[in-house]
């Protein structure tokens, strides 16, 4: 194993190449090399999202296209996976449905994060009555039923933005107060440590402080809840569109497509429709989890590998 | 010269004028500073001791304002520095002189670096604060004020993180941070506390070196009388939120009057004497909100303690030529009119 002498560099010759100081983040990173289990998720995520973004490149057949003459046939060599009632292919739908649930999870992510973030940081550096406005509006926002909110706001939006985008937004503006909630913790904490202080009596800024002194004292948190909520919001997701309330039913998504698993012949004499996108569905939030579970471990200080 | 100009030019670097410092508990305002008022004169050095939980960090953050918002206040008094009111300034005007014209060394060196970017970084960030400089002229800036803070292969440790240095070179860091922009004033609290001995002695020195060269006026905030004797002008000594004792730094060694300063004195171990047991301070300072409001605050551990001192507040007078004491064995310090109570 390889180990770095960052402070015995003096006895190093002059000759050979000062090793360069580790970051906490570079250190973080050899840590999460060395975990197994989240190399082979990330790996595995990886070649995931390039097949589904490379989707059109991959398979020639048209997702949408409905072919009666090919309806319910079981894998083969011209179908791999076989293909729907509807007579599509299902690995060709793999590929894209895993794009879609992909992009929902991740776009939400995002959106998450950032207005967790902002509201979270805001709302623990200022304190005071900014704090108490912040937090009972995210409370309001956390209270609100989200089955509901989603049937509602789907009815409402309907025909005038996209289903997807809908989905997109509804789950992110019912998701971020968690994140907010958490940031806001995590700053109360850290903003108690005098390099902070020390920040703010060298004539930095509020906005400097949170964005350079803050934040990324707070990131790992904001990190590993972000892995915990890609998974969810994939979970969301299929769960939403299983139930027929998530992306328009015409959009393969993985949820969308274990909803033929409704029909009862479905679910007993073609297990090839529902098997395969509920097996990736789960191996992608196993995965996820594992990346976050090392994240979680590599940022600790605490642990070693 | 317009009259502004020439205040200013008379004015000592800082003037604190019976500060109040109050933090709320329970929704009550209580005075962790009370009535302070002290002067500090350009390349002057001015000592604060006092035992913990006496005001002096308080006293510090009030002058820099950065007392935590919404508990923290400054209620009464005024502190001018170079002249100018500066407990009016809004934040931005604060951020413009803060880093730049006051400077400040905080107790713990291993907390007070930001444990996520490079020593460089943060040195920079202080020039880049207060200056137009290019990415390469900061950099160079801050390897120099590296070596000006004795900080070998300077160039080399700009690079490094703070969880790379130890206690003593992150100190030095921090001191680095602090005179980046040669501050006119210079405000250490406990710069030494954290150190070992051999360091400590170093550490002093730097500053001292620093403060010469730069005609610098710099508080120093110490529990430690060594420190004191090493490198102040001027010391005041602070009991429970106020001025007991105030005088240059000599006659408070020779000839120190109140109760309390002979007290701290007596508990310094001495290498000439062989004692068993070193003396102490009974009892502890009275919390915040049990301070008793009349009388002196130091009359319930004070041997010499009289039975008006519960009754009497004495008052910070001069006692002998520049040598002010608050303590009622001192004729100076009864009040004026002798009110009771």
């Not at chain 1, 190399?39 to 997702?63: C, E, G, Q």
């Not at chain 1, 350079?212 to 998974?231: C, D, R, S, Y």
């Not at chain 2, 921090?174 to 210079?186: E, R, S, T, V």
Request: proline fraction near 5%.
């Amino acid at each position: 194993m390889e180990v770095v002498h960052n402070k015995d560099t003096q006895t190093q010759s002059p000759t050979t190449k000062p090793s360069k100081s580790l970051s906490p983040w570079a250190m973080a990173r050899r840590k999460f090399m060395r975990n197994k289990l989240a190399m082979i998720s990330l790996v595995y995520l990886i070649i995931l999202s390039i097949l589904s973004f490379l989707a059109p490149f991959i398979t020639t057949a048209d997702v949408t296209l409905v072919n009666i003459g090919q309806m319910s046939l079981a894998p083969s060599a011209e179908h791999w996976f076989g293909t729907d009632t509807s007579g599509r292919d299902v690995f060709t739908r793999l590929l894209y449905g895993g794009r879609v649930s992909l992009f929902v999870g991740l776009s939400c992510t995002t959106i998450i994060l950032f207005i967790g973030t902002l509201v979270g940081s805001i709302a623990g550096y200022f304190g005071g009555t900014v704090d108490n406005l912040l937090m009972r509006f995210t409370d309001f926002m956390l209270n609100f039923p989200f089955l509901v909110f989603v049937i509602v706001l789907n009815a409402i939006l309907f025909g005038i933005v996209s289903g997807l985008w809908v989905l997109i937004g509804v789950l992110s503006i019912l998701g971020w107060g968690g994140v907010a909630r958490l940031v806001r913790s995590k700053i109360l904490a850290e903003k108690e440590n005098e390099y902070i202080l020390a920040a703010i009596s060298i004539g930095c800024k509020p906005s400097k402080v949170i964005m350079k002194h803050l934040l990324p004292n707070v990131l790992t948190t904001v990190i590993v809840q972000a892995t915990i909520l890609f998974a969810g919001m994939i979970v969301a997701e299929s769960g939403l569109s299983y139930l027929g309330f998530g992306v328009p039913q015409e959009v393969p998504s993985w949820g969308n497509m274990l909803s033929a698993s409704q029909q009862p012949n479905v679910l007993q004499n073609m297990p090839w429709v529902w098997v395969p996108p509920a097996l990736i569905l789960i191996m992608t939030i196993l995965s996820i989890n594992f990346i976050g579970e090392g994240i979680k471990e590599a940022l600790n200080p605490k642990s070693f590998r | 010269m317009s009259k502004s100009e020439q205040s200013k030019a008379k004015a000592p670097l800082l003037e604190v004028k019976g500060l109040e410092t109050s933090f709320s508990i329970e929704g009550k305002d209580y005075n962790a500073v009370d009535g302070v008022s002290f002067t500090v004169d350009r390349g002057k050095v001015v000592g604060i001791v006092g035992e913990s939980g006496c005001g002096k960090s308080v006293m510090s953050l009030s002058v820099m304002q950065l007392l935590p918002k919404g508990i923290g206040k400054i209620r009464n008094g005024e502190v001018l520095f170079d002249g100018e009111e500066i407990q009016s300034f809004n934040e931005k005007q604060m951020n413009q002189i803060r880093g730049k014209d006051m400077a400040m060394i905080f107790q713990e060196p291993m907390t007070s670096l930001n444990p996520v970017f490079t020593i460089g970084y943060q040195i920079e960030e202080v020039l880049h604060n207060h200056f137009k400089l290019s990415k390469k002229e900061a950099r160079n800036k801050s390897v120099q004020l590296l070596s000006a803070v004795g900080i070998p292969r300077a160039a080399k440790i700009v690079d490094e993180y703070p969880h790379q240095l130890s206690g003593g070179m992150r100190q030095r860091v921090m001191i680095a941070m602090a005179i980046a922009c040669q501050p006119k004033l210079l405000i250490a609290d406990e710069p030494t506390t954290a150190l070992d001995v051999t360091v400590q002695a170093q550490i002093l020195e730097l500053l001292k070196d620093i403060q010469t060269k730069n005609d610098m006026g710099i508080v120093l905030i110490t529990h430690d009388l060594g420190v004191v004797a090493e490198s102040c002008d001027e010391v005041i000594v602070m009991y429970a939120g106020k001025i007991v004792e105030k005088t240059d730094v000599e006659s408070l060694f020779t000839k120190p009057k109140h109760p309390y300063t002979k007290l701290m004195m007596g508990s310094i171990p001495r290498l000439e004497e062989d004692t068993e047991k070193l003396e102490t301070i009974k009892g502890i300072v009275p919390s915040l909100t049990k301070m008793p409001q009349v009388g002196c605050r130091f009359a319930n551990r004070c041997p010499k303690a009289m039975p008006e001192c519960t009754e009497i507040t004495p008052q910070l007078e001069e006692n002998e030529q520049g040598h002010e004491v608050a303590c009622l064995l001192y004729e100076t310090s009864h009040p004026k009119e002798g009110v009771l109570g």
